[in-house]
């Protein structure tokens, strides 16, 4: 008998209710950008190798950095069945696999079956196989459970963003308050127009839109650092005195202008391109 030979074995399942829709969980799967980001306790930085509609592959580095532990991953989506499945190709646990079945309860509601999966020499003793899934069985689950904690709120934060777009225009000048009214933390522009807040960048006052171009990430309560605000998703950045994205070729949408005078801040409208 070849004793090369491997068998998939399965750790451990984690099962969760998610309140979002099966296009922002298919979404998420397929957003491998967003890794070193939201998820910054665990994934230290990742570079894309290859990537197509259905699936991505990319070159790893997790955390603790110190560890120095890599991975190059793969994953795969199969929409019509809502299985995507994650494979560690080389570095650290490789073989791994982690298979996901997302299942539709209601038009914003799903179930996700995570099973973890491990490569282990075959013929093994039954006894082994159950050790090696107890010991790293819960280890999978927990992170998993982390991980899925964090994406729930950005997949959240995404459908309230695609849910609240609208687009009537500021009609006239809007008396907002004091200067320091309109840079007190959580304060936004009272207008229908779109979630635009305030920052104030070498003595003026700018107004540019909370909501990342790229994925709706939010930017309500980025710091904005020399004039540049930094998406907690993805890490895009921008430059609130012209609403460009720093590296790529993305813009915030407009936000009003902003006058002070005799002490007053107004929120006026933007003339009509031509």
């Known amino acids: 008998m070849d004793t090369s030979e491997t068998r998939l074995i399965e750790l451990g399942r984690y099962r969760r209710r998610l309140a979002v829709s099966m296009e922002r969980m298919f979404e998420n799967a397929l957003d491998w950008e967003h890794l070193p980001h939201l998820h910054a306790g665990s994934f230290a930085d990742i570079t894309l190798l ?14 603790p950095t110190q560890l120095r532990l890599h991975q190059t991953v793969r994953l795969s989506l199969d929409r019509q069945t809502g299985i995507w499945v994650t494979e560690v190709l080389e570095g650290f646990t490789r073989g791994l696999q982690v298979h996901t079945q997302a299942r539709e309860l209601g038009p914003r509601s799903i179930e996700v079956d995570v099973r ?16 090696l899934a107890r010991l790293l069985g819960p280890i999978g689950v927990s992170v998993y459970r982390r991980l899925y904690d964090e994406d729930e709120q950005m997949m959240l934060e995404r459908q309230a963003q695609l849910d609240r777009r609208r687009g009537p225009r500021l009609g006239e000048r ?35 839109s909370t909501v990342c171009p790229h994925l709706l990430g939010p930017l309500g309560d980025a710091p904005v650092v020399d004039g540049q605000v930094r998406c907690p998703w993805h890490g895009y950045c921008f ?5 460009n994205a720093v590296e790529h070729r993305l813009r915030l949408r407009r936000a009003p202008r902003l006058e002070e005078r005799d002490g007053v801040v107004w929120a006026c409208p933007n003339p009509v391109d031509g």
Do not use: H, M, N
């Open 50 to 63: 290859d990537e197509g509609k259905d699936y991505w592959v990319a070159s790893v580095r997790l955390q």
């Open 116 to 131: 973890f999966r491990a490569p282990t020499p075959f013929p093994v003793p039954r006894v082994a196989a159950r050790g």
């Open 174 to 208: 809007l008396r907002l308050g004091t200067r320091a009214e309109v840079l007190r933390p959580g304060y936004r522009l009272p207008i229908e127009e779109g979630d635009y807040r305030v920052a104030e960048v070498g003595g003026e006052l700018l107004a540019f």
């Open 239 to 243: 430059d609130v005195r012209t609403g």
